[in-house]
């Protein structure tokens, strides 16, 4: 009996003794929880074996393990908002076609349909009401040999509202334009007008002749002189001045001339042009306080005129 306790003495320390080495193994090599097929909670050897294989048991393994998992949920993490991104995209791009009124999948807009899969002239496949085009028909060439033509009244252009003059002034552009067989060769309508506000004295003969071109829209000087120089005050500046009246030329009378004064000359503006050839004025002068008085000439190639 003491030999057999013995010997159990000897089997239980051995025993010992060989899972504190394990022990020590486990400790030594830095290893997670290893699972034994003797140990009192034992597992199938064959599963046991499985989940010891995986288990890592060096530092570098977990480290190792550590960046791995992490990986996998950085890649889940990317994943999940790389579908999240494309299912927003396909719900906007839905609502913008159904905003711009284009044909939807399930939309009503069915009256023309694009398939390669059906031909043009196979009749019977395409429904009622509707029309079937090929994706072929559809991208018709573009020529660059395109022609346009009136094609109505209203599309026909009236030359004669249109101006041929370069004048900056469009009231001047226009009379030059009627007045084109008439104007003096290498007339510039866009000559210097010497204007720079209404400097002559109230009242006066060239107070009223500066005012009404201002209303007439038409060009004048502020220092044209007395009445009697403005014609060669004009024609220095680039007017175009000769013994024909249009209306609303500026009339020159020289000193003396038809009543003016015969130490400052007179001007008038032209307001009309009668049938019988003769001109009808509007003028001012010192006398009259502002206000104008009119007269008609019948003799009016004796006078001057500026025109523009």
Known sequence: MRHAAHKARNAQRSTIAAAAGRAREVRAAHTA?????????????????????????TRRALRQAAKQQAHKKQFVTASAFALLAATAGSFTYA???????LPLANGDDSSVIANDSVAPDDASSVAAGTTQVSRSEARTPVSDSAQWSMTSSVDEVDASQMSKSTASNA???ALMDRDAA??????DPNHATGDS?????????TWWAYTRRHQLGLPVGSYFGDGAMWADSARSHGYWVDNTPRVGDVMVFQRGQEGASAQYGHVAIVEKV????SVTTSECGASYHGKTFS???KNVHDFQYIHY
């Open 274 to 277: 009668n049938s019988d050839g």
């Open 197 to 205: 506000g209404n400097a002559y004295a109230f009242s006066q003969c």
């Open 182 to 187: 008439d104007l003096p060769a290498g007339f």
């Open 295 to 297: 007269r008609t000439f």
């Open 171 to 173: 009231k001047v552009a």
């Open 95 to 101: 609502s913008s076609a159904d905003s711009t009124g």
């Open 33 to 57: 929880a290893v699972v034994y097929a003797n140990t009192p909670m034992a597992l199938v050897p064959e599963v046991a074996k499985a989940m010891n294989e995986a288990v890592p048991r």
